[in-house]
């Protein structure tokens, strides 16, 4: 069964960095992208970053480009988002996702807690 392991969530002060890394096992298919969703209390889930495996291409959520960067290593099949200079509206439930082709995700870890608040 496909598994995607996030960690690296936690509390952290405004200003303050945190990584988060997501692993991805068992898959059969090729990978086509991994992405970092979000969703903050009474919110919907937002991208906020992605990752095509192939050409490397990245986007990013209009709110977090400059602070926040994210990589990948094809060969361990992770994903990882260094987030820079958090704000308190960047605390979300962030979740990692694996699409297989397209722009739709197909598969989502468990979701870790970021929490950016002193």
């Known amino acids: 069964q496909v598994q995607l392991v996030e960690s690296g969530g936690g509390l952290v002060q405004p200003g303050g960095s945190l990584r988060l890394s997501c692993a991805a096992s068992r898959f059969t298919s090729s990978i086509y992208a991994m992405s970092w969703h979000r969703q903050a209390p009474g919110k919907e889930r937002e991208l906020v970053a992605r990752?095509?495996?192939?050409?490397?291409?990245?986007i990013y959520a209009d709110s977090v480009k400059g602070r926040f960067f994210i990589s990948r290593d094809n060969a361990k099949k992770t994903v990882s988002l260094q987030m820079n200079s958090l704000k308190s509206e960047d605390t979300a439930v962030y979740y990692c996702?694996?699409?297989?082709?397209?722009?739709?995700?197909?598969?989502w870890g468990q979701g870790t807690q970021v929490t950016v608040s002193s």
């Open positions: 990752i095509g495996n192939n050409d490397g291409m990245t």
């Open positions: 996702g694996v699409a297989l082709g397209g722009w739709r995700t197909n598969y």
